[in-house]
């Protein structure tokens, strides 16, 4: 992949890599939308898993040429306010892409796509995205808190695997919102699981940690409750409980992605726009 970025040269302003090969597209939509046409990156180039991207930037010889590695938060994005740097890299503000791209405004748009048969008010009406969001701090967001604190301790195993859809109520074959007495079920599976594999204190400490993180960077639900295993699978739930039709995972996103403005990280937008000047 590094043989076929030097091949993209002539095409690229600025080199850019990222993890998923599935989303190469809506990551050059949004970049090139990022730079109003002050550079062009025509191809994104795909690396694989966050480890390997991560580790071709460290990695890099300095051959004078422009480069981005864009990666994903994750759990690191509540667990751990201090992360190792890397200068040509930027690890974004969300969980993941499909976090970046849920914006109110782009959800909404979505709604009313999504539903043709309906008035546009009545279209947003199907995914109160205020409300949702609300909802989603009170229930998932502690279970991802709890999932924070473990990452913090370097715990893993089967006891913190996610299941989006053993928490999510489910209509039709379809996820429409979090389970909220599945969610209390597992969180406190998840926090036994903490305090037997570290210790009270540790766990105590660890939560602490991260709900501080979440409150003094003033984190939505939206930003950290993981896009791609539950908003969207929400989104188009409650869209075809709604009535409207449903479209793949993929489509979703490509679709928020051309309305998104990267509100959820602006640090990505500066990053982009310096990189275009000479």
């Known amino acids: ?85 890397i200068s040509n890299v930027h690890r974004l503000s969300v969980y993941s892409l499909e976090n970046l791209v849920f914006e109110k405004d782009a959800v909404d748009q979505y709604l009313i796509f999504s539903q043709p048969s309906k008035e546009s008010t009545r279209c947003i009406q199907a995914y109160d995205y ?53 969610l209390r079920r597992k969180t406190a599976s998840v926090i036994r699981a903490i305090k037997s594999q570290s210790s009270d204190a540790e766990y105590k400490q660890s939560k602490r940690v991260v709900l501080d993180i979440i409150k003094k960077r003033n984190f939505s ?3 950290y409750v993981p896009g791609k295993k539950f908003l969207i699978a929400y989104l188009n739930g409650m869209v075809v409980k709604s009535g409207g039709d449903a479209h793949r995972q993929q489509a979703i996103i490509s ?3 051309e309305r998104c403005t990267l509100s959820f990280d602006k640090k990505l937008a500066r990053r982009l726009r310096s990189l275009a000047r000479p």
């Not at 939509?29 to 191809?43: D, E, P, Q, T």
């Not at 930037?57 to 300095?62: I, K, M, R, V």
């Not at 051959?63 to 981005?68: E, I, Y």
């Not at 409300?131 to 301790?153: D, K, N, P």
């Open 221 to 223: 639900a939206n930003r």
């Open 255 to 257: 679709y928020l992605a």
């Open 1 to 85: 992949m590094k043989a076929y970025a030097h091949l993209y040269r002539p095409y690229n302003d600025f080199d850019v890599y990222v993890e998923d090969s599935s989303y190469v597209g809506v990551y050059e939509r949004i970049i090139n939308r990022a730079l109003k046409g002050a550079a062009r990156v025509s191809r994104v180039i795909p690396l694989g898993p966050k480890e390997e991207v991560l580790e071709a930037a460290s990695n890099d010889n300095d051959d004078g040429r422009k480069k981005l590695y864009i990666v994903d938060s994750d759990l690191d994005l509540i667990s751990k306010p201090r992360i190792q740097r």
């Open 130 to 182: 205020a409300s949702y969001e609300e909802g989603l701090e009170r229930s998932l967001g502690l279970y991802i808190a709890a999932l924070g604190a473990a990452w913090r301790l370097n715990l893993r195993g089967p006891a913190f695997a996610m299941d989006p859809r053993g928490l999510s109520e489910v209509l039709n074959g379809h996820s429409v919102g979090p389970d909220k007495r599945a």
